[in-house]
T-cell receptor
């Protein structure tokens, strides 16, 4: 497919479990973003990659959250010891190689995480 | 105070009405995005603009950089336009286009 894909689409975890969320960006897209969207709220920035380099992780809410993009394409967001407040939709977005001007971000469908 | 404020939070209108959604922001930006989110669906980018006005079909987006304000207009609204519309800004930061989002405007168009 041509768009950003995310898996799984839905994840239910028991409190304390570790989860891994996957994002496949559009082929050739350099920038990759992770956002967290709580119910009824706008998304909030978590972290940003340019190729394999994690340039900004200022939005990660705690050290239980970890993201990687080892080969500059697929990215994984890992949450350790999940808590109920981690329940949200996790959105991934990618954008093409920068030309020095802002670029449109293309969003995936999101992974809805529910922590019981 | 949020960096991005949208109004109204909820809007219900009759089919055919002209719709305006407003967005104000408090930081210097490199671009402003208007996004559409359907229930249970992903986010679709409608516009990205840094000045002036853009039009796509029945949708028009304008931005006033001096006033730090943008509007999204929908002409001849239709029930399929029912969705959450989100304004997001990319603050000035070379090489990092991370977005700061408003909380969204829930639009319902009644047939």
């Amino acid at each position: 497919g041509a768009g950003v894909s995310q898996s799984p689409r839905y994840k239910v975890a028991k409190r304390g479990q570790d989860v891994a969320l996957r994002c496949d960006p559009i082929s050739g897209h350099v920038s990759l973003f992770w956002y967290q969207q709580a119910l009824g709220q706008g998304p909030e920035f978590l972290t940003y990659f340019q190729n394999e380099a994690q340039l900004d992780k200022s939005g990660l809410p705690s050290d239980r959250f970890f993201a990687e993009r080892p080969e500059g394409s697929v990215s994984t967001l890992k949450i350790q010891r999940t808590q109920q407040e981690d329940s949200a939709v996790y959105l991934c977005a990618s954008s093409p190689p920068t030309s020095g001007s802002p670029d449109t971000q293309y969003f995936g469908p999101g992974t809805r995480l529910t922590v019981l | 105070k949020n960096e991005v404020e949208q109004s109204p939070q909820n809007l219900t209108a009759q089919e055919g009405e002209f719709i305006t959604i407003n967005c104000s922001y408090s930081v210097g930006i490199s671009a402003l995005h208007w996004l559409q989110q359907h229930p249970g669906g992903g986010i679709v980018s409608l516009f990205m603009l840094s000045s002036g006005k853009k039009k796509h079909g029945r949708l028009i987006a304008t931005i006033n950089i001096q006033e730090k304000h943008s509007s999204l207009h929908i002409t001849a609204s239709h029930p399929r336009d029912s969705a959450v519309y989100i304004c997001a800004v990319a603050p000035f930061s070379f090489g990092n286009e991370k977005l700061t989002f408003g909380t969204g405007t829930r639009l319902t168009i009644i047939p």
